[in-house]
């Protein structure tokens, strides 16, 4: 017993020590993925605001690839004006949070939800600092 324990924890502080051996530029790529997954799944989870699904819809009565422009510059204005809305709602600035999104956004999962998303992309822009500010240090070195 004592044995499997002090393996398991050799493994443990090795998987640790692993994890910390990441660059920057690896741990800021795993953030970057990280961000986006979760943008994503809070933007199902809203599954969009009624405007834009309406338009959606009446776009896909016009014909030929119009129809598919509109939808598209629907859907995409839609996700913009519900991502300012999510950092407002998180703390990243003070705005407003209006239409579907203030429905959405008034329940408090999905208030940290956006307060989380916020705090990750601080974290995102430090590292992404700090990447920068080795590259420079690198470019200095080989001069």
Do not use: H, W
């Given at each position: 017993?004592?044995?499997a324990l002090s393996t398991g924890f050799i493994l443990?502080?090795?998987?640790?020590?692993?994890?910390?051996?990441?660059?920057?530029?690896?741990?800021?790529?795993?953030?970057?993925?990280?961000?986006?997954?979760?943008?994503?799944?809070?933007?199902?989870?809203?599954?969009?605001?009624?405007?834009?699904?309406?338009?959606?819809?009446?776009?896909?009565?016009?014909?030929?690839?119009?129809?598919?422009?509109?939808?598209?510059?629907?859907?995409?204005?839609d996700r913009k004006v519900f991502w300012l809305a999510?950092?407002?709602?998180?703390?990243?600035?003070?705005?407003?949070?209006?239409?579907?999104?203030?429905?959405?956004?008034?329940?408090?999962?999905?208030?940290?939800?956006?307060?989380?998303?916020?705090?990750?992309?601080?974290?995102?822009?430090?590292?992404?600092?700090?990447?920068?500010?080795?590259?420079?240090?690198?470019?200095?070195?080989?001069?």
């Open positions: 017993m004592k044995r443990l502080a090795g998987g640790l020590l692993l994890a910390g051996c990441r660059t920057p530029r690896q741990r800021l790529a795993d953030m970057r993925v990280d961000l986006q997954e979760r943008e994503e799944r809070l933007y199902a989870r809203y599954g969009g605001s009624g405007t834009a699904r309406a338009a959606a819809e009446a776009a896909g009565k016009v014909p030929g690839g119009l129809g598919e422009a509109l939808a598209t510059g629907a859907r995409e204005t999510c950092r407002s709602a998180g703390g990243a600035f003070n705005g407003p949070v209006v239409g579907d999104a203030e429905t959405f956004l008034a329940a408090p999962e999905n208030r940290k939800a956006c307060a989380d998303i916020v705090r990750l992309e601080q974290d995102v822009r430090l590292l992404e600092a700090e990447v920068q500010r080795q590259d420079a240090e690198a470019q200095q070195q080989k001069k």
